[in-house]
Nanobody, 132 residues
């Protein structure tokens, strides 16, 4: 069992930055595929970024970003705090959405990681609103 709690969302102007946090508790010593998703009302949930983590440490070379955020968003972890972060730079109005942290206990992150059905643990979400 894993529990995920997101925070850090807010309302900002285009071009500004935010850092989202996902505090992870439970059996964190295991390997998990972790991901950030986002969803705007009326749209499908979109995979934003993924990373494979074992014991809170990112496995090298496993970070993948959606094309829409590549170069602007950065995923990272703080092992001591059992926290997954998503740094959002150069925000655009189209980044407005509810952002969710998700976890899947497995030995790797598959190439189909953006399929939300692969993830069994979800946080409650944190809202990001970007105005022009």
């Amino acid at each position: 069992q894993v529990q995920l709690v997101e925070s850090g969302g807010g309302s900002v102007q285009a071009g500004r930055s935010l850092t989202l946090s996902c505090e992870i508790s439970g059996h964190t010593e295991k390997g998990y595929c972790l991901a950030w998703f986002r969803q705007d009302p009326g749209k499908e949930r979109e995979g934003v970024a993924t990373v494979y983590v074992v014991g809170g440490i990112i496995r090298s070379g496993t970070t993948v970003y959606a094309d829409s955020v590549s170069g602007r968003f950065t995923i990272s972890t703080d092992n001591a705090k059992n926290t997954l972060y998503l740094r959002l730079n150069s925000l655009k109005p189209e980044d407005t959405a509810m952002y969710y942290c998700a976890a899947s206990p497995r030995s790797w992150c598959p190439s189909s990681w953006a399929d939300s059905r692969l993830f069994s643990y979800w946080g409650q979400g944190t809202q990001v609103t970007v105005s022009s």
